[in-house]
């Protein structure tokens, strides 16, 4: 897989762009209905941090975010349920017994799933600017800078038992399941967030390329995973279905990971919105500069070297140089593509008749491309 | 309900002392088994912070808490399954159809709605630290003094998902709607903490009294109450019954914080561990502060005074002086005995044969006793 150019990806992004567009109206006014029951001071900040409200409590224009997650947690229900012959799939008879309204379709269940899914992703995105200490998101200023940290925190933690929430009261089958799923999931970002921390605080050199990618999967892929899965439960797939469509979403998720660190040395700063080389010039032990710093090539220790100061916009362009001379832009670029072969081979386990995974393919292609 | 003297109360909290000690025999192991299924980084907060390990991971004496929580659970599920008449009672039915080894009977599962309660009040204490920027909790250095900020955050939002993946992975029948409940309770708790947060911000007559006694419902109240309402869901109780029971813990809750809050003024430092006065020094706005704030007597005036200012010790005197004149004592003993007289009046809707309710009253009547 190599970065495609603008042209490419708009016309290529066409089916992923729509599949979002369709899971935003189906998803935001549940996602906007369980923030509005929370208590009102809580509800404010959350209201805020989804771009529903401004910081004076005023109407805005309501969620920046593109909802990657929630439409990986309905297309892998779709391609699960999907039956072309026209039998009722398990899918539809799991969805009978657990419902509870003639209104309530297979659809309607894995939307509930789709909310908490986002309301998981939006608590840690509300925490780890606490601890990264981040001020804007999305082009605002992120919720800790305009309540205070205690507030952020609290909203976050309310968001989180929230998603919890929603599991525990779906009578559908596969809710108690997906909600085990969810919690595991959120203990693992966990994980990830603490080690992404822990090796900020080492040297260049203390890190190994294995430890980062290991983060990266806890950080970055699990809840692509987690979100697949949860699909996957709510149409009633097997086990062994439910697990390759999780390794989809990891690995997916992984080529994601891979795609926006090289964004971050040499994204366009036009379309990115962040100068370039911004991960360098914050000292990012990012996945293309840690296989770099692992080259043991002399690029590799003038790298070394260049993390241990802060650097201008020259030692910025330098470090760009030198990770690309150690192999580490080579690098994220071929292991980018492998992952995401290993995720269409995972795809084909859960999904035999890859036709019903078109939609799930769209969107891994859609996250690992260059301008989304 | 009056505060009683040393030696009267260590006889007559007897058999609570002994409930509480069964309690941690009977909850510590699965907690701590628990806790050890964290990653690695993760755990090592979480055991630190619970005292089974000191700062540097050698191995400590084990939790310091009571175990309120947990007992209350386990007193309000037995007081709710029991059965003088020897007829097998809801609660073992349902936990005979939860059951999935020979070996696990109603209270091996309500052990594990005790295991999730008392993770979600540590999960609550964890961040409450780092809000309050509070440096010791039970003699010990508080865990974002030991290990940042971050991983603080990071270990707490891990515990919450662990408490929440306990009712998950639950195989009793009630385990849905305690999970629901578990969850209700932790957003009536962030509710409670930012409603907290900002009293602090406030002038000393910003704060109404109902305002006061409702955030001090949400925020010690509220688990109580979901504690003895877990209990009861777990013995399969009525939804009225549970409702009933709920409403005696938030009483006893409410009592047990007015208490705390007299102590917080008038107790004794041999015996908190706290100086005496420590809350009117950090100008806290406890609930016979605001009660005294409130009564428009010219003692208020002067409490008002003192509150705008730093204060020493004399003025910290002067200030215990003015909350008494302008009665906001007399208030606080007063309605800590009206709000046990209800919660007992609720325990009786919830148990007709009080003798079943002995468990639960001897708890209650433990944590609004002065020197517990």
Redesign the interface.
Known sequence: MTVTSSTDAAAEGHEAVALLERTRTAVHPELRSAVES?????RRVAMYHFGWEHADGTQAAGPAGKAIRPALVLAAERALAWDPAGEPTRDQQHAAAGRQSAGAGPRQSAVRAAVAVELAHN?TLL?DD??DEDPTRRHRATAWTVF????A??????M???A??L???DPHPA???A??RL??C???L??G???D??FEQRGPHEVSLDECVAMAMSKTGALLGASCALGALYAGAEEEQVAALDAFGREAGLAFQLIDDLIGIWGDPDRTGKPAGADLAAHKKSLPVVAALASGTPAAEELAELYRSPMDDAAVRRAADAVERAGGRDWAQFEAADRMSRAVHQLSRAVPDLSAGDDLLALAEFVTRRNR
Chains 1, 2 share one sequence.
């Open positions: 929370l208590p009102g001071s809580v608590f925490h606490v601890i205070g940290t205690p507030d925190i609290i909203a976050g933690d309310a989180m038992a929230l919890l929430r599991f525990a009261e809710s108690a399941a909600s085990a919690a595991t959120v203990i693992e966990c994980a967030q603490q080690a921390c822990a």
